[in-house]
């Protein structure tokens, strides 16, 4: 038997107005649904079904409406779909925190599969934090992949293009179990045939219920900024020397720091301890 | 395994037609696929903005209770246009504001995609994304399903009915429209400006979900066709809507003449600090009940706009009204059809049509469009009766005022109108309109 692959679509909207003046969110509802890159990731799993005799199952967090892009992937060739029946509102906090929430809803449901791949978009069109993929490798124990651009299989192993700065890409061969986030490059969904549109308008699609959302409160609007120094004001003779001493031209400089190449922790570390001693972030460093 | 695509019927284009031909069939019990090539219902479609209800009253009672509405139609004015005069019939009524309503404004992707819903609630298969490129037939040349752009994307019914817009690709195939008729059609163009709502109820008065609807003649300078201004909730649609074959003669671009209405002195201050949202186009079939193809062919039934339905006569444009009377009607036709198995005579629909308002309407009015339309219209009589208001209301004391009669004939001698000629077509719009 070929892989098992799960293909995470978004039920987000796609186009958010932001009052300017009360900070309020407003979309419709007719304009939500998943984006390009979930479905290039789709379609990668429906080729490497085709090709390995794997089975996917399109996963999806949301209401009833949220079925409509289910439909598509049962229509496009998915083997099974679940809704997993959460509606988030539309409000900062559920936007800016889904990728946890979503993340969790969806390992729950995966309850008892052991897939092989989790396929996801590389980002959602409302919140775009891109943590899902992260969330969801980290709580399926997966190894995560980003910023994937093809996915194929060389016989032995899976193999995920990823593609890096500066045009370069990089080759991983993926173990199993492994969350890949795709992005939509040069991949489009397949036409579904109509016999199988019509198939999967019918189709019945189980839903899961899903813990409602957490309430989380929202970084504060304005950017955090350190409280102002009080300086002596400059002492120079002539303009031009307090201009100089004001701006700290012509004196030396303190050196930019190389540290490293450190472990990810210690690096966190003293970057933190960088931002506390300027005064960037106050009391105990988390 | 997936099923076969085979039906009762198939319906081509989820419109205000398709989607009532839709919600008749499925009510009778009849498999239905309803067609739409946009990603849902309403997401191609263009029009001014009212929509007039009552023809729902029947098939969906207290349609007013969740139809997706803007704003009821409540002030309704007639506008009369030179570049620098507007004389406008202002009417408002606080009935129209009521239960059971006479129109409303709402938008096309919400009403339509709200309709098809009611299809689809009767059991109607709605396939959207998907367009019907070809009819099949059969060899007898009976029309026996659609060709979609779907792989094995055939569709084989009892019944088609084409309820795929203006300028029916369906219809053009069956050969009951001709291929190209400029003369027939107008080019409409819209802007969507939005407006806070409490500036749109100041500026129009209105409270609540009071709307207006401005219909505008002489706005389109030289090419026929006239105007429009309604309110939404915040927005307001403004469009001109123009002779084709005038627009190509004077080689204006559309756009150029909506910002001329927009910027004028009677329209401006409605719109000003208006952003915009939205520019679209349309083709409208103007022609009314002397250009309606024949309505049926073995196998198919033309509805709505694609069967050239669309009211336009001067104080009218009226099609989403027209679209879901002939929608019903076909699909009625088309249920007792397939139920009796009478699918080669669909005679029934012309008089179901006939004995309701769509074709008396199109019939009583068949020679509105021309007159309308008609240079005297569109460009001497505005002129004529805002001068002749202007006359009338300055004040030229110490000169005692004058009669009315002698400052109309003066007014109408200026613009080279002949009284003669002024009489015969006020007889011919009585005639029409009366
Ligand atoms: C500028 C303008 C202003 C107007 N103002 C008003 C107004 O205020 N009030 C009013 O009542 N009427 C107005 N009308 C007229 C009104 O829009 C039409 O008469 C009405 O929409 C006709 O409905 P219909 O269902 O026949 O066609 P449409 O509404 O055009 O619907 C046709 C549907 O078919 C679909 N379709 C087309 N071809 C295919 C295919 N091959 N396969 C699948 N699907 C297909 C289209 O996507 C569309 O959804 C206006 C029109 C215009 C252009």
């Known amino acids: ?286 | 395994m997936p099923e076969k695509s085979s039906v009762d019927a198939v319906v081509v284009g989820a419109g205000p037609a398709g989607a009532s031909a839709a919600l008749e069939l499925a009510r009778a019990g009849r498999s239905v696929i309803l067609l739409e090539r946009g990603p849902f219902p309403g997401a191609k479609n263009v029009y001014g903005g009212v929509v007039y209800g009552r023809v729902l009253d029947e098939v969906l009672p207290g349609w007013w209770e969740d139809a997706p509405v803007q704003r009821w139609v409540t002030r309704r004015s007639t506008m009369m246009m030179t570049p620098t005069q507007a004389l406008t019939i202002d009417f408002r009524t606080e009935d129209w504001g009521n239960a059971p309503y006479n129109g409303m404004t709402t938008y096309r992707a919400d009403f339509d995609a709200w309709l098809a819903g009611k299809a689809v609630d009767a059991g109607a298969q709605l396939v959207t994304s998907t367009v019907a490129t070809e009819l099949l037939r059969d060899a007898a040349g009976r029309v026996v399903g659609v060709r979609t752009d779907r792989p094995d994307g055939d569709i084989r019914a009892e019944l088609v009915i084409a309820c795929d817009g203006v300028n029916s690709f369906l219809a053009k195939q069956a050969g009951l429209l001709p291929q190209t008729d400029a003369e027939q059609h107008t080019l409409g163009v819209k802007e969507t400006l939005a407006l806070p709502r409490k500036t749109i109820e100041e500026r129009f008065g209105l409270s609540g979900d009071d709307g207006a609807d401005f219909e505008i003649l002489g706005c389109t300078g030289d090419i026929s066709g006239g105007g429009f201004l309604y309110t939404n909730r915040d927005t307001v649609s403004v469009g001109v809507v123009l002779s084709l074959t005038g627009l190509a003669k004077s080689g204006r671009r559309p756009e150029e003449v909506l910002a001329d209405l927009k910027a004028h002195p009677a329209i401006a201050p409605y719109l000003r600090g208006a952003e915009l949202k939205e520019y679209s186009a349309h083709l409208i079939p103007e022609g009314g009940y002397r250009s309606m193809p024949p309505l049926t062919t073995d196998g198919l039934l033309v509805a709505g706009d694609a069967a050239a339905m669309c009211l336009a006569a001067g104080i009218w444009l009226e099609g989403v009204n027209f679209a879901i009377g002939s929608g019903l009607a076909a699909g009625r036709t088309a249920a007792e059809a397939i139920a009796t198995g009478e699918t080669s005579r669909l005679t029934g629909y012309r008089k179901r049509l006939e004995d309701n308002f769509v074709l008396t309407d199109h019939k009583n009015l068949q020679g509105a469009a021309h007159l309308v339309l008609s240079e005297r219209v569109q460009q001497q009589y505005p002129r004529l009766l805002c001068d002749f208001a202007q006359e009338v209301f300055t004040v030229r004391n110490p000169e005692p005022k004058p009669g009315l009669g002698k400052l109309f004939r003066r007014t109408a001698a200026r613009h080279g109108v002949r009284l003669r000629q002024l009489a015969a077509d006020a007889w011919a719009g009585f005639r029409i309109f009366g």
């Open chain 1, 1 to 286: 038997m070929g892989p098992q692959m799960v293909v995470a679509l978004s039920w987000s909207w796609r186009r958010v107005r932001v009052d300017p003046l009360t900070g309020s969110l407003h979309a419709e509802d007719r304009d939500r649904g998943g984006n390009a890159a979930e479905l290039a990731a789709l379609e990668h799993a429906l080729r490497l079904a085709d090709e390995l005799d794997g089975r996917v199952l399109a996963v999806t967090v949301g209401p009833v409406a949220a079925e409509e892009i289910l439909r598509t992937a049962l229509a496009a060739g998915a083997h099974e779909a679940v809704r997993i029946d959460r509606d988030d509102q539309l409000e900062p906090g559920s936007l800016a925190h889904n990728g946890a929430d979503t993340a969790k809803a969806i390992a729950s449901a995966l309850h008892g599969r052991a897939p092989d791949l989790v396929l996801c978009g590389d980002r959602s069109a409302d919140g775009g934090t891109g943590t899902t993929p992260a969330f969801l490798a980290a709580r399926l124990g997966a190894a995560q992949a980003l910023g994937v651009v093809k996915l194929e299989s060389n016989g032995q192993s899976l193999l995920a293009h990823r593609r890096l700065d500066g045009g370069s890409r990089e080759v991983l061969r993926l173990p199993r179990p492994a969350v890949v986030s795709l992005e939509a490059a040069g991949v489009r969904l397949r036409r579904a045939s109509l016999p199988a549109v019509l198939a999967a308008q019918k189709a019945t699609i189980p839903a899961i219920p899903a813990e409602p959302h957490r309430h989380r409160p929202t970084l504060p609007a304005r950017p955090l900024r350190p409280r102002p120094r009080e300086l002596p004001a400059p002492a120079g003779a002539t303009a031009h020397d307090r201009v100089l001493e004001l701006t700290g031209a012509l004196q030396d400089r303190t050196p930019p720091t190389v540290l490293g190449p450190l472990p990810a922790a210690e690096a966190v570390d003293e970057l933190l301890g960088y931002l506390h001693r300027h005064g960037y972030i106050s009391g105990e460093t988390p």
